[in-house]
């Protein structure tokens, strides 16, 4: 029986599934399967070349997962070289996609190297390709990906074309392509890589051997049945590169002979010459290799790059600039002089600040002025510092500004701070300015309902700050002070200043943490912000005196709360009895505290854990205590500790991070009045005990959420089903964060993270109030209509509903908002948004065309929403 051939629609869904998930498709099918379908299909003529081509995108892209020995790469190479030689002497779509794909099959699948004949059959092919006289577009267009070809498998093996060289060095003459003169460019980069080795020979004429003639053009690149070509030299040929790997240089500079130093020198001139009519990419590529060739030999000076210097010193191309700053960390005085090293940090300095330019471009201005490669640098080169040439008069057209872009923001922000490291005087107006900064930022986010963008830039700008100011005790000094007051006014932000502590060192963490630890103990606030200093203090209450905590811990006792209020206690006493501060009077204290939350605290877990820290603290020392509190890389672990002597002894003081083995899903729910309910339907796939369901609102829209408990779930019982209460503070869709907090059956307390559950528009709509007996439906409707205006908003759209649509489709989502109806033409629908909004919707049939819909309501922000939902509604018909 034939076997059953796949058609290119076939071919179409089968590679779209492959991208989709390349394991899992590949695990499904089978790699040498469909490795053995895609060079089957490619040798058939069934499938169109634009199906193949496709074919052939795949091969290159999936190579390695394809193909995952050498040996079976090389026999994918050499059928993919056959099927190569079998297309007819004409332009072909093919041509090309199949010299890259028998590159990537050899290159990323491991086949490359001397033992492998495809490998040196491609070189050949490669070779003959790239040698020829092109004429027309797709010859220049073969031509071209030939070389790109021979580039890739030079850059994989380095080395690999050094015996080509004085070939390539012809051809970039005599053709004169831009593909031809890069391919000589890193050729003659990796072979003098490669001649610096020990125990290599040194060029030896390689330059000057025979360049070959070139040929009039062939489309037949290698024939049915032709001879194999010879033996490829591979001597300087390195070892294969791992990707993103880049070749390293010898351990020292190259020692040619006068003749081979004057041919290198020619080859590298020739190449500059014509440098100019490569495209901007290409040339900086260009540059950057034949500098690293010029370093790669020794006494060759830079001066063969002084012409070059002289037409880049203007350049507006970022790939040139770049590739002009790459010269200067290479060679430093030996190519610039002071002028030029003057003349191009002006030119940074002013296309940093370029009004004209865009953001990323003058950032990229701004990264070269801060690693600026200086002649005479003062400090260590991979040190990030101001030039020296670089004043603040110089500099002042660089100052932040609260008008920039965050980004930019903080570009200029961190030159600032280098410049005032090294400005001398207390007094200096760099460091002024700076803090002036810093103070307008704090406020900014010291501002009630500052968006968090504002309060991430004031964190991130002190951050850099911190570095230049260690030098400065007096404008540290109020840069903590004002951190302190920004807290004490947002309490709210303390999650960015745990952040702040974890990454600033100890210059600013330390005085930093003693501010903030008063601030806490204080209680500004009040109720709300406690929560905020149970989360400053348990980052630095162990490195800070204990008296004022333990004070503040008493005192909060007090507030009963929610199991979450109880927890952030227990984590403060852990930090304690882990921290350093636990000489005088303090043992004895803390031990009151907590025997005091032993019997005071509401939840029985939480009492049994106040208690266990209580014995642990009492009947351990020092070390052992750090240790099973929660051993950290800077606390060693003693052999005779208790947490060694009872394995599972952690796990069974901390919650542990699980899958959720419970599954949430929506249940139907139809609110009559405030407030609005979601039902929820809870099933477990094991036995769970003490559930507890924490739900929080992502946004500020909406009230906190109580938790809602559940004392048993066992697997395969009813559904157990929740209303959950929402108050939205304004009628806007929402998104719930779900967690879980439950016990198992063998006693371990554990915490899992729920899928998001998405509150619609939709879940928001409740009846409004029913209308005296007196007024008819219809006249209660019209007077709510007029009452929406002027201060409410009127607009109209059309619906794609025809004939019996209409009436499903308020059968279906409005029928409990239905004031007034004529079915199935005309419905007036009233719908309450929480807390205080009204949707009137009059929907009018119009025969086949649909359904025209007007809307009033009493809140602007209501409009948008109420057409997204309606336009869902028609796109789902």
């Keep these: 029986m034939a076997e059953r051939r796949r058609s290119g629609d076939s071919w179409a869904r089968s590679l779209a599934a492959l991208r989709t998930g390349p394991a899992a498709f590949l695990a499904r099918a089978g790699a040498d399967a469909l490795a053995s379908e895609l060079l089957s299909d490619l040798r058939g003529e069934r499938l169109s070349d634009y199906t193949k081509v496709s074919l052939l995108a795949a091969i290159q892209e999936f190579a390695p997962q394809l193909w995952s020995e050498p040996a079976s790469a090389e026999d994918a190479a050499c059928e993919l070289l056959d099927t190569l030689a079998l297309l007819p002497p004409r332009p072909s779509a093919l041509h090309r996609p199949l010299l890259l794909a028998v590159t990537s099959v050899l290159a990323a699948c491991g086949a490359l190297g001397p033992s492998s004949a495809a490998t040196g059959r491609l070189l050949a092919l490669l070779l003959r390709a790239a040698s020829r006289r092109a004429a027309g577009p797709e010859q220049r267009a073969l031509q071209a990906t030939a070389c790109e070809c021979l580039r890739e498998l030079e850059s994989c093996r380095p080395g690999l074309l050094a015996g080509r060289l004085g070939l390539l060095r012809g051809l970039q003459a005599a053709l004169g392509t831009q593909p031809h003169r890069l391919l000589f460019a890193l050729a003659l980069r990796n072979a003098l890589w490669a001649l610096g080795r020990p125990g290599a020979a040194g060029l030896q004429g390689l330059l000057t051997g025979p360049p070959g003639e070139t040929q009039a053009w062939d489309w037949t690149l290698e024939a049915p049945g032709a001879p194999q070509p010879g033996p490829w030299d591979w001597t300087l040929a390195g070892e294969a590169l791992g990707p993103g790997a880049w070749p390293e240089p010898g351990p020292g500079p190259l020692e040619l002979q006068p003749p081979e130093a004057r041919e290198l020198r020619a080859a590298v001139s020739q190449l500059l010459d014509a440098s100019y009519l ?75 600040q370029h009004p004209a330019l865009p953001a990323p471009a003058r950032l990229f201005y701004l990264h070269c002025l801060l690693h600026f490669p200086e002649n005479w640098p003062l400090g260590p080169a991979d040190e990030e510092g101001a030039p020296v040439l670089l004043t603040p008069g110089l500099a002042a057209g660089l100052l932040p500004s609260l008008l920039q872009e965050p980004p930019d923001l903080l570009g200029r922000l961190r030159l600032l701070c280098l410049l005032c490291g090294e400005e001398p005087g207390p ?74 502590l974890e990454q600033a060192g100890p210059v600013l963490a330390e005085p930093l943490g003693k501010a903030l630890q008063q601030v806490a103990v204080a209680g500004s606030g009040g109720g709300p912000a406690l929560r905020w200093h149970l989360q ?132 139907p729910q139809q609110a009559k009045e405030p407030p ?82 998405p509150v619609a528009f939709a ?54 908002f239905v004031m007034a109806a004529t079915p199935p033409a005309s419905y007036k629908v009233a719908i309450r948004l929480p807390p205080s909004s009204r949707l009137l919707l009059q929907l009018e049939a119009a025969g086949e065309d649909g359904v025209r819909v007007a809307l009033r309501t009493d809140d602007w922000a209501v409009l948008p929403l109420a057409g997204e939902y309606l336009r869902g509604l028609g796109a789902a018909t």
């Design 763 to 816: 879940d928001l709509f409740l009846p409004l109030p029913q209308s005296s007996a007196e007024k008819s439906p219809s006249c209660a409707f019209q007077e709510l209509w007029a009452s929406c205006l002027p201060g409410g908003v009127e607009s109209c759209m059309w619906g794609p509903w025809r004939g019996q649509a209409l009436e499903a489709l308020v059968a279906r989502h409005w029928e409990p």
């Design 676 to 757: 609005v309910v979601l039902g929820l339907a809870v099933e477990a796939s094991e036995v769970l005990y003490s559930l507890e369901l924490r739900f929080r609102v992502l946004g500020p829209h909406y009230e906190p959420l109580e938790a809602v408990q559940v004392p048993c779930l066992r697997p395969g019982a009813f559904p157990k089903l929740l209303r959950l209460p929402l108050e939205p503070r304004r009628p806007y869709p929402a998104v719930l964060d779900i967690s879980a907090l439950y016990a198992t059956p063998s006693g371990l307390t554990c915490h899992a993270q729920l899928p998001q559950l």
């Design 536 to 667: 400053i203090l348990t980052k630095v209450a162990g490195s800070q005196p204990l008296g004022p905590t333990l004070a503040f811990l008493r005192a909060a006792m007090g507030q009963r709360g929610a199991w979450g209020r109880e927890q952030a206690l227990l984590r403060v006493c852990r930090a304690l009895l882990r921290g350093k501060g636990l000489g005088g009077a303090a043992p004895g204290a803390l031990a009151n505290l907590l025997q005091e939350l032993a019997r005071g605290l509401d939840d029985p877990d939480g009492r049994d854990r106040a208690r266990l820290y209580y014995g642990l603290f009492t009947h351990l020392s020092a070390p052992k205590l750090g240790s099973a509190m929660g051993p950290a890389l800077s606390t060693p672990m003693p052999g005779s500790s208790l947490v060694e002597e009872n394995e599972g002894f952690t796990a069974a003081l901390t919650v542990q991070e699980a899958r959720a083995p419970l599954r949430l899903s929506r249940v």
């Design 278 to 352: 490569l495209t901007p990419p290409a040339q900086a590529r260009l540059l950057r290799q034949l500098s690293q060739a010029l370093r790669a030999v020794r006494g060759q000076p830079p001066a063969l790059l002084k012409p070059q210097l002289v037409r880049l010193l203007g350049t507006a191309r970022l790939s040139l600039l770049h590739a002009v700053l790459a010269w200067k960390d290479a060679f430093g005085e030996a190519l610039f002089t002071a002028q030029d090293e003057a003349l191009l940090l002006r030119r940074l300095v002013g296309a940093a």
């Design 427 to 500: 007094e200096a107006q760099a460091l002024d300015y700076l803090q002036g900064l810093l103070a307008c930022l704090r406020r900014g986010a010291a501002q009630p309902g500052a968006p968090r963008s504002s309060a991430t830039l004031c964190f991130r700008a002190s951050y850099l700050a911190t570095r230049c100011l260690a030098g400065h005790p007096a404008a540290l000094a109020r840069l903590i002070e004002g951190l302190a007051d920004l807290y004490r006014v947002r309490p709210c932000l303390a999650p960015h200043f745990v952040d702040l």
